[in-house]
Every structure is written in structure tokens, then in C-alpha cells.
């Protein structure tokens, strides 16, 4: 297993405020970060803002205020995102930062310096919604093949040399075919690869908010290539011999929306084909959130608060809800309702009844001591005990291909078939009985510790604030994979329950 792992999140556009689909990002990444790390793994994980372009620019001027007063402002509001949601990205980049700027401009010349950019004259569409170019041939009824509003553009523009770098694309995905996932989006990939590819403009003259074009500065960048540039920008690109660039690179994992594929599986991979650099190992694109069933919009008003959720709800159940709901690759759908039963479901019944149950009766009938005869005899007994580390090859393989959901739902069913053992076990009807059946208990309860511990140990990626209360309440200290399968027990007080139950609307 290589000892590296670059994570990213794709950046966000300053255009508006923090939404859904940005949080969903941020707690995906984080919770693979986490797990990483868990595995000792060195992991660096990178989010941040993208600051530049015709969206921003326009954001900025409705707001009458100059772009960068607009951009700083707005992007503390990111940062404040990470926080609330118990984020640990170990790096926030903003693409108006110098570091940037340098980087953006190092990638420019050195594709010029290649032959890979001549000048020539752009005459098309652009939507400034999906900073995009398209043939008259995309267009639907007059829009994007998205739907969104395009304009005529005719500039003096510099292109990039994408033609050439079809057949290569096309190569390396024949030989690494998962380098993106799920599978559905490798084959919309490569199919629009097939398609043909035309050059890519990549310079704006009518638009002012940009990177300035390395000796011509009556052009900046389009914001894509500016943007895309920050992945490596955060290794300390253009210093190829950066020690991050060389650890972290290509073992990284750009997860992404559905919406902006192809901007990192054709136009990233050959730009950095293009000055000698190996694409990302990996790109996730994940599915799209909906609200009640509509699209999150602003003119709908409809748009969640991840904010307001984190504030009503706490964060553990923000985070569970969206990995728990929908398998990352898939489109979802968020409604309060769906939020607070499957909380008060999975977390405080499945999860923190157990737990509560198991711990209460222990420090209640028998002042928090579980000494005695471990005579392991019932073969669920076995099952919890060693359920941990059998279980973690599984969650690794799971976690080496995004699969999130598949991750929480084999933790999931291994706490119903938990809870099933607890009432077969019937602690408060052994504790009344003869010494053999004190044994029992005792045996059945330190299975249940154990499998506790493991629980909250491999949960903890997903759902840090409850895990670690309840290592706190079994007083392990600090545990980690090294400790699945012991028997770790050692409270200093009463146990309190991990979740309050929430009340379901009418
Ligand atoms: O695309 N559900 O920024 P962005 C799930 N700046 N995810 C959603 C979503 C929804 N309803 N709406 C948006 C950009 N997203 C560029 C990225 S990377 C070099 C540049 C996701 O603020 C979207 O798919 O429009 C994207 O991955 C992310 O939020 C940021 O979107």
C-alpha cells in the first residue's frame, strides 16, 4: 500500500454562499482523509476557493463591491464551513493567493515553452454559469447542453493543443481504466474523448478578473486551467522537487461533482501530459443533491443552509446523513424528515442505544467492573470480538474505491446483529441467577465492549464527536487500528447517551 494519499476537493466558486453540494464534498473527503490516516498513511488533504472568472467577477460587481474585497470576504465563509463541519484539511488554497498565481502562470509558460498554445481567435458560444465554451453543435433550443443561458463570444484568444492529446488520453485510459469512478462516468469519459477533440481556448480578453497571461497581459487565464492548477499549486508546483510534489504526486484523488467531469478527466490529464506531469491516479465524480426533489437554486430559494443544519442538528449527523443516505456516485435527495428518522434510527437506537444499554448496565449492576471468567463460548461472542479485524480488509478495499456507503453499511448491519446478541445475552435476567450465569454475563459483556470499541474506532472517519465519546466513556484513551480486537476498559464516569433522540414532525 503506497504510504501516500493526496486528497482533494474540487474549489468553490466564490459566486454565492456556501451550499449543500458543497459540504456534501468536504464531508466526503474529510471522512476519507480520516480513514487514511486511521491506516497510517501520510495524507494531505486540500480544499479551498476559486476565486477568478466571469461568475465571480459578475458576483462581485452585483454586489457593487471590487472582486477582491468580494473574494476575501466571501471566502472566510468556506473556511467557516470546513470548521463547522469538524473538517481536517490540512490546507485551505485560494486561487487569488500569489503561491497561485505563480503556479498558474509556471504551468502556462512551460505549455508555451512546449508548442503546446498559439494565438488565434475565439467565435462561439460561453456560458458564464458553467465557465464553458461550446460549438454552435452543443447548443439545445438555443441553451447549454446543461441548461444554462450562453452568450456570443469573439476574442483574440490563446488555445491549447487538445487534439493532439486525444489519442493519448485514450491510451492511458485503456491502461488505467479506474483512473476514474464510478465506472458510468470512465465511459461518458470516453466517449466524449472518442467524439473528438477540439483545441481549448484558454485566455479571455473581454473579461478583466483572471490571471494574467505570462507576457500578455491584455489576456488572462480561463478560469479553468487557472483553476485546475491548484492541485498542484498546494504540492509547491512549479518546484518539481517540492517534497510534497514528489510524495503526493499523482498518488491523489480529486473527488468532484458529476457536473465537472470532463474538465478533470480531458482538459487536466492533458494539460499535465502536456509538460511531462502523470495525471491524478484517481478522480471520483459523486452525484447531485436535490432538495423535496427539486434542484437546489437560488431563484427556487430552496437551497439548505449546511450552516443551519450543522447548528440544528450538530455535525455527526449531518455527516452521517449525507454519506449514509445515497451511495457517493449517486444522485440524492435531502429532506429534514429523511435527516431526523434515519438519526434517530441508525444513530441513537441502533448505534447509541446500544451502547448506552451495554455501558449503563455495567457501571448500574456492576460499578463499572467487568472482571471474572472470559470463557468464550457462543460463536456471536467470537464474531464480536474479532469482527474489527476481520472487517477492516474489507473496509479498506471499500475506502480504495470511494465506496462510502458500502463502508457505513457493513458497520451498520454488524451493530443490528450486535443489538439482536444484547437481548439474546439478557444481561438483567443473568445477573440474577448462580455464578455460572454471572459468567455469561461477564463473557457477553466484554464481547460487547470490545465490539463497541471497534465500532466507534472505525466509525470515527465518518462520525469523529460520537466516537470519541465514546472511547472517552470506555476510557481507552487514544485507540486506533491497533487496538481493534482488545478488550480496552476503563471508565471514570457514567456513561451519557451519544445521541438525544430528535422529534419527527407530523
Ligand atoms: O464547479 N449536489 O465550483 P462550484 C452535490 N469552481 N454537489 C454539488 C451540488 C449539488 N446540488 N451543487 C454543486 C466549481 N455541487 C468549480 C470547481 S475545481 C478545480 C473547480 C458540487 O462552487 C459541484 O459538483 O460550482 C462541484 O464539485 C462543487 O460542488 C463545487 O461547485
Redesign the pocket.
Known amino acids: 500500500m503506497a504510504s501516500y494519499q493526496y486528497i482533494t476537493t ?4 466564490l459566486n454565492g454562499s456556501a ?4 459540504a ?2 468536504l464531508i466526503a473527503a474529510d471522512a476519507m482523509a480520516r480513514f487514511w490516516r486511521l491506516c497510517g498513511k501520510n495524507v494531505k488533504f486540500l480544499t479551498g476557493t ?1 476565486e477568478h472568472g466571469s461568475k465571480v467577477q459578475k458576483a462581485a460587481q452585483d454586489r457593487g463591491m471590487p472582486p477582491i474585497n468580494h473574494v476575501d470576504e466571501l471566502s472566510q465563509e468556506f473556511v467557516r464551513l470546513g470548521h463547522i463541519l469538524n473538517s481536517t484539511a490540512d490546507d485551505f488554497i485560494r486561487t487569488t493567493q500569489p503561491r497561485h498565481i505563480q503556479a498558474a502562470q509556471a504551468l502556462w509558460q512551460e505549455l508555451e515553452d512546449r508548442g503546446q498554445i498559439y494565438l488565434g481567435n475565439y467565435a462561439g458560444w460561453y456560458s458564464i454559469r458553467d465557465e464553458a465554451f461550446y460549438h454552435e453543435s452543443d447548443l439545445v433550443d438555443g441553451l447549454a447542453p446543461t441548461g444554462t443561458a450562453v452568450e456570443w463570444v469573439e476574442e483574440p484568444c490563446y488555445f491549447f493543443r487538445l487534439s493532439h492529446w486525444q489519442q493519448p488520453l485514450l491510451d492511458y485510459y485503456q491502461a488505467h481504466p479506474d483512473a476514474i469512478l464510478p465506472k458510468e462516468r470512465f465511459n461518458e469519459t470516453l466517449s466524449f474523448i472518442k467524439q473528438g477533440l477540439a483545441d481549448l481556448a484558454i485566455s479571455r480578453t473581454k473579461i478583466t478578473w483572471g490571471v494574467p497571461v505570462p507576457g500578455h497581459p491584455e489576456h488572462v487565464m480561463y478560469v ?1 486551467i487557472d ?2 492548477t ?2 498542484i499549486t498546494a504540492l509547491g508546483y512549479p518546484d518539481r522537487q517540492n517534497q510534497d510534489f514528489i510524495n503526493y504526486w499523482p498518488e491523489s484523488l480529486h473527488l ?5 467531469l470532463r ?1 478533470h478527466t480531458v482538459f487536466w490529464p492533458a494539460f499535465l501530459m502536456a509538460v511531462g506531469i502523470q495525471p491524478p491516479k484517481r478522480v471520483f465524480a ?5 432538495i423535496q426533489g427539486q434542484k ?1 437554486s437560488k431563484s427556487l430559494g430552496n437551497g439548505v443552509s449546511p450552516f443551519e443544519l450543522v447548528e440544528k442538528y450538530g455535525s455527526d449527523a449531518v455527516r452521517y446523513f449525507l454519506m449514509r443516505e445515497v451511495r457517493l456516485g449517486s444522485d440524492g435527495d435531502f429532506s429534514h424528515e429523511a435527516l431526523i428518522r434515519r438519526y434517530n434510527q441508525e444513530l441513537a437506537n441502533t448505534f447509541g442505544n446500544l451502547a448506552q444499554r451495554v455501558l449503563a448496565f455495567i457501571d448500574q449492576f456492576l460499578k463499572g467492573q467487568l472482571d471474572g471468567q472470559d470463557n468464550v463460548e457462543d460463536p456471536d461472542e467470537t464474531v464480536l470480538r474479532t469482527w474489527g479485524q476481520v472487517t477492516l480488509p474489507l473496509l479498506t478495499q471499500l475506502m480504495e474505491r470511494q465506496d462510502t456507503y458500502g463502508y457505513l453499511d457493513l458497520i451498520f448491519s454488524q451493530l443490528q446483529s450486535a443489538n439482536a446478541y444484547m437481548a439474546r445475552l439478557a444481561p438483567w435476567e443473568l445477573r440474577k441467577q448462580g455464578s455460572e450465569a454471572k459468567d455469561r454475563m461477564i463473557t457477553g459483556l466484554r464481547s460487547l465492549v470490545i465490539f463497541l470499541k471497534d465500532a466507534a474506532i472505525l466509525l470515527s472517519p465518518f462520525i469523529p464527536k460520537a466516537a470519541e465519546r465514546l472511547l472517552q466513556s470506555l476510557g481507552t484513551g487514544t485507540a486506533g487500528l491497533q487496538d481493534l480486537g482488545l478488550f480496552m476498559y476503563n471508565p471514570s464516569s457514567a456513561p451519557s447517551p451519544l445521541f438525544q433522540k430528535l422529534e419527527e414532525r407530523a
Open positions: 474540487s474549489i468553490s466558486y451550499h449543500l453540494g458543497h456534501y464534498e476559486d479553468w483553476a485546475l491548484n492541485y468532484i461533482g458529476k457536473d465537472i474538465f459523486h452525484g447531485w443533491w436535490t437546489m
